[in-house]
């Protein structure tokens, strides 16, 4: 296949990603999506690795490495703190987590 | 032939994974379509030829982040989610045509042609090669990625432990 | 002579004026003006003799700068002539005679001190106005002289007649004073100064800033001037106010009608004669005199007061004193008012005397036989009315035979005009004096004579009255200017058949009848009457006044009409500002409304700021999206 299809099929994962963090309410649902986003954008970086120049210099791969390790950082950090929130507010509820509010 | 058929059959599950996982109200489904997601990306992977990748991908997400998640949502929330209230926060329109609009941006770039080298069969992919790459130009990042690491083991920990557990070690020490 | 002791002569009476106007006590009021006048009359005699060195055309200045205005100067000055030092004398001598009677006069009078100041006021001003060398003092001492006779005339204010009469008075008069103000503006305008004599260039002289050379403006300054004096001598048509003038006390019309007030008119044309001279307007002098002098007399004939016969019988007098000036310039008619003063200040002092022996009667109906019981009175009075008529040799017979010899000469109407009149003054005194002194009292109580302190002066003016004229007539003419005219045997004729042709007429009219019962014959309707004369002032000038005075009503109605549409404008405007404007507009709309967008604006930037995570996220992406067309443009 060519680096096209692998783009745009990138490009469709994040924004799929993209419209479950921006729509759902509950912030684990949140959390998936990011999963996801960061899982199309490591595609992307393999995609243009495998159709690009200078493969010796294994690129892509480390790279990914490192978002995938990042990411898994982030999501433990991420959910120790939904779980912290649960336990103060009683509710994972974007829509009534508004303490940021200006009163 | 076969690459085609492969790349088209993940692609299909990959996106119809991700779908599920961001749409649906039972939260157990939509962790379970998320691994699905995982595990087709990772057949992506392969047909990339990034084999290591391909592995780490499996083990790290499915395994680990996948089973996060499922502690994450039965420590939270009511798993099935069927208390009749709305998924999506107010004005989810407006989240629908950011995503759209950054998708149509992100087509603005994908669907241009780029000059490519020709042959691709060179690429011989090993993990020692890898290994090298990890121990001399970029062992700096390799170890602040253990530091990281260490971190937010140390960080996700102490969140969720809880205030009252805090609190009752202070008091202790006073 | 200086400046100090000419000036004295005036102040001396204005001192002795503010003395007694503070004063309670009559008497010595009356010391203090009397000496007051004593002193003056000393200072005017002096003045008098060392004038009489003079020449007719020498005069003495003294002058003190007073305002500037610009380039120009009005002095403040005093002018020492012939002229000046005998009116001065005379005016001072009867002055001082009229306030010696009075002290006995008013004795018995509340408000005597008062009286005294009154009289002292208007003696400073007569003095200032004869000795001004300068027309605006000379007009300012006018006034003064005007509003003093409006206090004297109507003392006893008590009665309604005194205080209409004395304001008749001043309004009359004050006609007069408006044509000669304006006399001395336009004279002040065409010569630039107001001093009479200035050593060549003043108003009198032929100098260069002088007016004298041309004939115009001479004739116009001369007939304003004129004017005021028609005013204050009570000439045709402003008469009327002198006889209404007699409510005041006796003293007060010897004084104001007899010596002085009424002779300073005369006065004024006489000083003011080389600008009658340079205009040609003498016999505008001589013919209003000429007229008043037969219509006055006329009308003496029908009157029954005596102080009113009197009174006409001044204003006659008058027009005869203006027709010598006329006719024969200023030694004649001063001639006449030096003799008139004397003889008529007898007369009225005598009336006076008699009026207060018959108890305040002055109807001469009701009196008579007076002769029998006032003998000092009723002998002075008989010298006074022979002085009047021009009996031969007595001092009125002089001078009036020079106003008839000089009238002959220049103007046969006017001579018999004059001649008529003089008739009639013998006939009128001749009816006079047969029903006061002859027959017996047809009044109540007995009359009886008057005191000595009354008595005294009228002796002392009785032997003026008679003698002057001899003594003065060959010595007038040296001292003043003027030529005395050729003496054509039918005047003297005539005079003298005047004098005693008049007498003999009364006598046959009236001797033998029952006076006071019978009807008199000659005080026909119209004479009684008057001629109307102030009805038909009343009718004309008096309703035109009231018209003027109800158009100004209206006009003054209008304009507050004005002011108030004027204010309802102003107040609609205002509101209009106030509630549209400020209200409305700026507190409703632009600041209220700033307000409540200031608030709308603040309350939609605070919208973002909600806490809505996902809306967050949203514009997040959106801003991303923006970043990257903008790079995806610029590359």
Redesign the interface.
């Known amino acids: 296949m060519t680096l096209e299809h692998y783009l745009i099929l990138g490009a469709m994962l994040f924004c799929v990603g993209l419209l479950g963090a921006l729509t759902r309410r509950n912030a684990v649902v949140v959390l998936f999506s990011i999963e996801i986003m960061l899982n199309a954008a490591n595609l992307n970086f393999i995609a243009f690795w495998r159709f690009g120049e200078n493969p010796e210099a294994l690129q892509g791969p480390l790279f990914t490495l490192f978002t995938i390790a990042v990411a898994a950082a982030e999501v433990a950090v991420g959910l120790a703190l939904v779980i912290a929130v649960y336990r103060h507010f009683k509710t994972v509820d974007l829509e009534q987590l508004d303490t940021l509010k200006e009163e | 032939m076969t ?2 058929i492969t ?1 088209w059959v993940l ?1 299909i599950i ?2 119809c994974g ?2 599920v ?3 649906r109200r039972n ?1 157990i489904h ?2 379970f379509a ?1 691994m699905i ?2 595990a087709a ?1 990772a057949g ?2 392969l ?4 084999e ?2 391909a592995a ?2 499996i083990l ?2 499915i395994g ?2 996948g089973i ?2 499922l ?3 039965m ?3 009511r798993v099935t ?1 069927d208390d009749g ?8 329109f ?3 045509a ?6 149509v ?7 241009q042609e ?1 000059d ?2 020709e042959s ?1 069969q ?2 011989q ?1 090993s993990v020692k ?2 290994g090298h ?2 121990m001399d130009p ?1 062992v700096v ?1 390799l170890e602040v ?1 253990a530091l ?2 260490t ?3 140390i ?6 432990q ?2 009252e557990v805090n609190k009752k070690e202070d008091s202790d020490d006073a | 002579m200086s400046t100090t002791s000419l000036a004295l002569i005036a102040l001396l009476p204005l001192l002795a004026a503010a003395i007694t106007s503070c004063m309670k006590c009559g008497r010595r009021a009356a010391g203090v003006a009397i000496v007051a006048m004593l002193g003056s009359c000393g200072l005017a005699l002096w003045a008098f003799g060392q004038a009489w060195g003079m020449g007719p055309n020498k005069h003495i200045t003294f002058d003190i700068p007073w305002l500037t205005v610009g380039s120009t100067t009005i002095n403040f000055g005093f002018v020492l002539d012939p002229l000046t030092g005998v009116m001065a004398a005379m005016v001072t001598f009867v002055g001082l005679l009229i306030f010696i009677y009075s002290f006995g006069y008013m004795k018995d009078d509340k408000r005597m001190a008062r009286f005294f100041c009154y009289l002292s006021l208007f003696a400073a001003g007569m003095l200032g106005l004869i000795l001004a060398n300068n027309l605006l003092l000379l007009f300012m001492c006018w006034e003064i002289v005007g509003v003093a006779s409006y206090l004297l005339i109507s003392f006893w204010n008590h009665k309604p007649e005194a205080a209409a009469a004395g304001k008749k008075a001043f309004i009359v008069t004050r006609i007069g004073d408006m044509g000669f103000l304006i006399g001395i503006l336009y004279a002040f305008k065409s010569a630039g100064t107001l001093t009479l004599y200035d050593g060549g260039a003043g108003l009198l002289e032929p100098g260069m800033g002088g007016i004298l050379f041309e004939p115009e403006i001479a004739a116009i300054v001369s007939l304003l001037l004129f004017l005021g004096a028609v005013g204050k001598s009570g000439q045709l048509p402003l008469h009327v106010w002198l006889p209404d003038a007699m409510e005041g006390p006796t003293p007060v019309s010897a004084l104001i009608h007899a010596a002085t007030m009424v002779a300073a008119g005369v006065f004024l044309v006489a000083r003011t004669m080389p600008i009658f001279e340079a205009g040609g307007t003498e016999m505008v002098v001589a013919w209003t005199g000429a007229a008043t002098a037969l219509v006055a007399a006329f009308i003496a004939l029908g009157q029954y007061d005596i102080k009113r016969i009197l009174a006409y019988s001044t204003v006659s007098q008058l027009g005869l004193m203006m027709v010598g000036l006329g006719v024969g310039g200023v030694a004649i008619g001063m001639f006449h008012l030096l003799t008139h003063a004397f003889f008529k200040a007898l007369l009225f002092l005598g009336a006076g005397s008699i009026i207060h022996g018959c108890h305040e009667e002055q109807d001469i109906r009701k009196m008579g036989g007076i002769w029998k019981s006032m003998r000092v009175t009723s002998i002075a009075y008989l010298c006074g009315t022979a002085a009047l008529v021009a009996f031969p040799f007595t001092s009125g017979f002089f001078s009036k035979d020079e106003i008839l010899a000089g009238a002959w000469a220049s103007s046969t109407p006017i001579f018999w005009i004059a001649a008529a009149a003089s008739l009639l003054t013998a006939v009128y005194m001749t009816r006079q004096c047969l029903y006061v002194f002859s027959g017996s009292y047809r009044g109540e109580h007995a009359p009886h004579e008057s005191p000595q302190v009354m008595t005294l002066p009228l002796v002392i003016l009785a032997v003026f009255a008679l003698g002057l004229g001899a003594l003065a007539h060959y010595t007038v003419f040296e001292k003043l200017p003027g030529e005395p005219a050729k003496h054509e045997t039918i005047v003297i004729v005539i005079s003298v058949v005047n004098a005693l042709g008049g007498i003999a007429l009364g006598w046959m009219i009236y001797r033998g009848r029952k006076l006071g019962v019978d009807a008199d014959p000659l005080a026909i309707k119209p004479l009684r009457e008057k001629l109307w004369f102030d009805e038909y002032y009343a009718d004309t000038v008096g309703k035109l006044w009231s018209l003027a005075a109800i158009i100004s009503e209206q006009l003054n109605e209008l304009l507050i009409f004005l002011r108030d549409m004027f204010v309802m404008l102003a107040r609609g405007l205002s509101s209009a500002f106030a509630i549209g404007g400020d209200r409305k507009l700026i507190d409703v709309m632009a600041f209220d409304g700033l307000c409540d967008w200031l608030r709308s604006l603040g309350y939609a930037v605070t919208r973002p700021q909600n806490g809505f995570l996902p809306g967050y996220l949203r514009l997040i992406a959106i801003g991303v999206v923006v970043l990257g067309l903008v790079v995806f443009w610029i590359s």
Do not use: D, N
């Open positions: 690459q085609e790349f692609a990959a996106v991700a779908l996982a961001v749409v939260l939509g962790v998320l997601f995982f990306l992506l992977f047909l990339l030829l990034a290591f990748i780490v991908q790290v997400y680990a982040v996060l998640l502690f994450a949502i420590l939270t929330e989610g209230r709305s998924i999506t926060a107010r004005g989810w407006w989240g629908l950011a995503a759209v609009a950054v998708f941006f992100l087509l603005l770039p994908a669907i780029a490519l080298p691709t060179s690429i992919p090669a890898l790459k990890l970029y990042t990625l990281l690491l971190a937010a083991l960080g996700a920990v102490a969140v969720a809880g205030a």
